[in-house]
């Protein structure tokens, strides 16, 4: 299982980091994904890190604002939040591809609880 940890409210411009710590297997030879479902909207793919190359790609919507990073010797994952706007309010969710090149959803064999984050002042 993944399990998040993280979330909160914060002001526009602040910062968060979300953390998802795998428990059962190991993370290493996953793709690794953050996904954000925002209210009323389907949930989006906003940052992945493929296996084995480990290359990252972001969501035009959040590029240059959020980085994506794993750890494997904590079996772990984690999205770095900066510049936060209102419209990142969403609920984020993590999630684990085997072996993949992508993070497609459809794809995601582990996915966390998800972590409620609202950007408001």
């Known amino acids: 299982q993944l399990v998040e940890s993280g979330g909160g409210l914060v002001e526009p411009g602040g910062s968060l980091r979300l953390s998802c710590a795998a428990s059962?297997?190991?993370?290493?030879?996953?793709?690794i994904g953050w996904f954000r479902q925002a209210p009323g909207k389907g949930r989006e793919e906003i940052a992945c890190?493929?296996?084995?190359?480990?290359?990252?790609k972001y969501a035009d919507s959040v590029n240059g604002r959020f980085t994506i990073s794993r750890d494997n010797s904590k079996n772990a994952e984690y999205l770095q939040m900066d510049n936060l706007m209102p419209e990142d309010t969403a609920v984020y969710y993590c999630?684990?591809?085997?072996?993949?090149?992508?993070?497609?959803?459809?794809?995601?064999?582990?996915w966390g609880q998800g972590s409620l984050v609202i950007v408001s002042s």
């Open positions: 999630g684990a591809v085997w072996r993949g090149l992508a993070c497609v959803s459809a794809s995601v064999n582990y």
């Open positions: 059962g297997f190991t993370l290493e030879r996953y793709a």
């Open positions: 890190m493929n296996y084995p190359d480990s290359d990252t």
